[in-house]
Nanobody, 114 residues
Framework: QVQLVESGGGLVQAGGSLTLSCAASGSISRINYMGWYRQAPGKQRELVAGITRDGSTTYADSVKGRFTISRDNAKNAVYLQMNSLKPEDTATYYC????????WGQGTQVTVSS
């Protein structure tokens, strides 16, 4: 079992920045992949960014150049630095860990005002 706790969401004006954090506990040695996903009202959950244990990253086209995912294996944490935020980034952001079984955090709300 893996437990994930997200933090760092909030309300920010367009053009601003936020950093999301996700702390993992439990069977952390089995985690191969960690990622951030988001879900806006009425929309499907979508990948924002992902990172493997060896540091390989992937990003949604909509956030490339603005968001950066990083991982601290020693702290069992993954971070999402979000810059140049847009109103369309407004969503609940979820942390995911794969062992390869998928585990999800409870989500943290990000609201970007125009």
């Amino acid at each position: 079992q893996v437990q994930l706790v997200e933090s760092g969401g909030g309300l920010v004006q367009a053009g601003g920045s936020l950093t999301l954090s996700c702390a993992a506990s439990g069977s952390i040695s089995r985690i191969n992949y960690m990622g951030w996903y988001r879900q806006a009202p009425g929309k499907q959950r979508e990948l924002v960014a992902g990172i493997t244990r060896d540091g390989s990253t992937t990003y949604a086209d909509s956030v490339k150049g603005r968001f950066t995912i990083s991982r601290d294996n020693a702290k069992n944490a993954v971070y999402l630095q979000m810059n140049s935020l847009k109103p369309e980034d407004t969503a609940t952001y979820y942390c995911k860990a794969a062992t390869p079984r998928n585990y999800w955090g409870q989500g943290t709300q990000v609201t970007v005002s125009s």
